[in-house]
């Protein structure tokens, strides 16, 4: 990098700072609380602790002068790749909670845990990292996207679930929900899972394995649970939100399990994080900022994966219907405790967000967890593109965003 560009650089990031410090007018003063993916702050008395947690959440924002995309493809998502970044996000902040819990901070110029240079490294636009723009764009090809083309929620969703079959180290089971209706069967069925070294390999877990048998049953041979990124793709409405999901909606940023929400306006996707009164908080990918690589040290210079301009906040009737809700679930018991939570706060509503069942409908085909295809490479380039969904074609309404 040379000098000039370095200034350069520096001084858009130091504009950047200012604008953060000066934002903190531009909350209302109010005694409300705001929440952010599952914590809550009281604005008046934790304006900078607000404002550091939601700087420490990963920023992916389109980039340019990456390797072109197979090859050929484009060198840049600018105008196409504003939801295949918000996916990124949500992916990221599972992954910080999965290794680093909720409450780890990031600090500027700060040295970071080992995990932390790791879990970025899965997100750099290169072709051999597993979540990068590359592998998610090859991906959508199999999902009826060409490189280049807008992804709704729903197919930025596929993706994700596809790709982690690919990701060892990580090991996420993800489940994606059809027909606004989420399994606990089937989720248990794909997250528990028996270790190798079982003598009951070959036999099938016990069909409830809830928080409190978890010791005797790991202790028997029975399952280790695989943490879990549960995507839920809803439309909330037909041109617009329906004002009768917002309580629900607003709910989901309150749970501890909380990833926030794929959504925003037509062909405009934001990743919201939290909210404030009526008004949704959200990190904004519509930046293009320039390919950062790994340094010879093997790090990465993080300073434009943190977004420290002022935080963007939208009027949640202005959220186009078309949304899919975000949660990660490291062990059972945070699941078990996620359905509590939907039971109480979701399901208590006359028109439901989404349902939760106990059983696999029995109208559905049968469900079989998906697993890391046959093939000695890994990644999205190696995957036939004409392979179909493994159930069956999800609902393309959840594409059609309103114009």
Known sequence: MTFHLQDKVLSKYENQITIFTDY???????????????KQHLLKTEKSKLLSDISARLWFTYRRKFSPIGGTGPSSDA???????????????ALICRHLGRDW???????????????????LDRKDCCYSIHQMAQMGVGEGKSIGEWFGPNTVAQVLKKLALFDEWNS?????????????????KMCCILPLSADTAGESPPSSLNAS?????????????????????????????????VDAFKECFKMPQSLGALGGKPNNAYYFIGFLGDELIFLDPHTTQTFVDTEENGTVDDQTFHCLQSPQRMNI???????????FCKEEKDFDSWCSLVQKEILKENLRMFELVQKHPSHWPPFIPPAKPEVTTTGAEFIDSTEQLEEFDLEEDFEILSV
């Open 105 to 123: 901070n990031w600090e500027k110029q700060k040295e970071q845990p080992k995990e932390y240079q790791r879990i970025l490294q899965c997100f």
């Open 79 to 93: 105008g196409w790749g504003c939801m295949l970044r918000c996916g990124q996000m949500m992916l990221a902040q």
């Open 213 to 245: 048998n978890r010791s005797k049953s790991t202790s028997a041979g029975w399952p280790a649970w695989k943490p879990l990124l549960l995507i839920v793709p809803l439309r909330l409405g037909i041109n617009q939100i329906n004002p009768v999901y």
């Open 317 to 327: 009737l202005n959220l186009d219907p078309s949304v899919a809700l975000g949660f």
């Open 172 to 188: 996420l089971a993800v489940y994606v929900s059809m027909d606004n209706t989420v399994v606990i069967e089937d989720i248990k």
């Open 24 to 38: 903190l007018e531009e909350f209302p003063d109010t005694d409300e609380l705001v929440w952010i993916l599952g």
